[in-house]
């Protein structure tokens, strides 16, 4: 989005990063902008969290691992 100002910039919406942009656009005179990856959630699988084991390991699992 060219152009666009904002006073602050919220890289990603899982469960923190939607709850801290909500908070910070609750101050009107603050302009908040969400970025968020990827396409549209249009599949049931995404849709539905119980349906996740199918997505495992398809074209939108990340694939991203940890250690212990």
């Known amino acids: 989005m060219a152009g666009t100002e904002s006073d602050y910039v919220v890289v990603g919406s899982g469960a923190s990063g939607a709850v801290f942009a909500n908070r ?3 101050n009107p005179a603050h302009s908040v902008l969400r970025l968020e990856p990827g ?7 995404i849709q539905e969290p119980w ?10 699992d990340w694939n991203f691992s940890t250690e212990p």
């Open 24 to 26: 910070l656009s609750t």
């Open 51 to 60: 349906r996740v084991r199918p997505i495992v390991g398809s074209d939108v």
């Open 39 to 45: 396409g549209a959630d249009t599949r049931k699988n």
